[in-house]
């Protein structure tokens, strides 16, 4: 079973616009890591966030953290079409060793 | 630094053949692991390696599947033999520790079964 379960499955936007895309588990983490796959290559790490942080940023990339509400959110501003790929949240269960990866979210960037 | 490798890229084998995959981690990355990516879904992990022992194999079918990680470097991965839902992107990737550090994967292994 998935730990991670992204929302929405696929979205398609303008280039310049923000990109939100969102994700919830079911166990306690210790941290979650987002994660960008282009197609027909591997993922590529893009942020990790841990349990006791609410916010990180990096770049145009900002993710929110609520543990109370077991989600995490994604944000990325002013895409490009570069910025096409799928997006996947990835969590350690709690229990700090399996990485447990979501269905992923499928990002559309018109140019 | 280079990246994780893998070979081959691709493989088309027939049902009940068997087929084995290699991996190259990153230069003294002590966990490997081992995906398995179904096309439209996350990928799943199969096996982990915490240097040249395993750390996690809870979801691996041990029917079939077998992997091994020689001197805590190189790792294959063997189906044998493979079934028609064996089909899928095997991906592998490597961290220097534990799962509080960042994957890095490589492009995998896309097989198809017929």
């Known amino acids: 079973s998935q730990q991670g379960e992204e929302d929405p499955q696929a979205l398609s936007i303008q280039e310049g616009e923000n990109a939100t895309m969102n994700c919830s588990y079911k166990?306690?983490?210790?941290?979650l890591q987002w994660y960008r796959q282009n197609s027909g290559r591997g993922l590529v790490h893009l942020i990790l966030i841990r349990s006791n942080e609410r916010e990180k940023h990096s770049g145009r990339l900002r993710v929110t953290l609520d543990t109370s509400k077991k989600s995490s959110s994604l944000l990325i501003t002013a895409s490009r079409a570069a910025d096409t790929a799928s997006y996947f949240c990835?969590?350690?269960?709690?229990?700090?060793?399996?990485?447990?990866f979501g269905a992923g979210t499928r990002l559309f960037v018109k140019a | 630094e280079a990246g994780v490798a893998q070979s081959p890229r691709y493989k088309i084998i027939e049902k009940r053949q068997s087929v084995a995959f290699w991996c190259n981690p990153i230069s003294g990355h002590a966990t490997l692991y081992w995906y398995q990516q179904i096309l439209g879904q996350g990928p799943k992990l199969l096996i982990q390696?915490?240097?040249?022992?395993?750390?996690?194999d809870s979801q691996l079918p041990k029917d079939r599947f077998s992997a091994e990680r020689l001197k805590g470097v190189d790792s294959t991965l063997k189906i044998q033999p493979a079934k028609l839902e064996d089909s899928a992107v095997y991906l592998c990737a490597s961290s220097p520790g534990t799962n509080y550090q960042p994957q890095h994967f490589g492009d995998g292994t896309r097989l198809s079964i017929l």
């Open positions: 390696f915490q240097n040249n022992g395993v750390v996690d």
């Open positions: 166990t306690s983490i210790n941290n």
């Open positions: 990835a969590t350690d269960g709690g229990g700090g060793f399996k990485t447990i």
